[in-house]
Nanobody, 124 residues
């Protein structure tokens, strides 16, 4: 039984930082393509950052240089470090996993079969 549990969200001021975590069970983050998505009220789910089993990363243009995705295989966890936060980063953030994704399409929500419940990030 696969379970992804996000944590670390909260309310911060513009320019602040947060670190999101995603604890995985039932799968090994070392073997899976992992990603962070977000969804703001009234908008579709947007890919933020992805990391494949070889550690290759991909970022949405809107977060490049501000967000960093990483994983700790020993802790079987995925992370998203978010710096220089902006009000437009406000959204529910979701962790997702899939055995394999094409790097070119790694930020496509439909490619991922496993999802967490999300953690809210609010920037004001």
């Amino acid at each position: 039984h696969v379970q992804l549990v996000e944590s670390g969200g909260g309310s911060v001021q513009t320019g602040g930082s947060l670190r999101l975590s995603c604890a995985a069970s039932g799968l090994s983050v070392s073997d899976f393509s992992m990603a962070w998505f977000r969804q703001a009220p009234g908008k579709g789910r947007e890919g933020v950052a992805a990391i494949d089993s070889d550690g290759r990363t991909r970022y949405a243009d809107s977060v490049k240089g501000r967000f960093t995705i990483s994983k700790d295989n020993a802790k079987n966890s995925l992370y998203l470090r978010m710096n220089s936060l902006k009000p437009e980063d406000t959204a529910m953030y979701y962790c997702a996993a899939e055995p394999w994704t094409n790097t070119d399409y790694a930020l496509t929500p439909g490619l991922y079969g496993y999802w967490g419940q999300g953690t809210q990030v609010t920037v004001s």
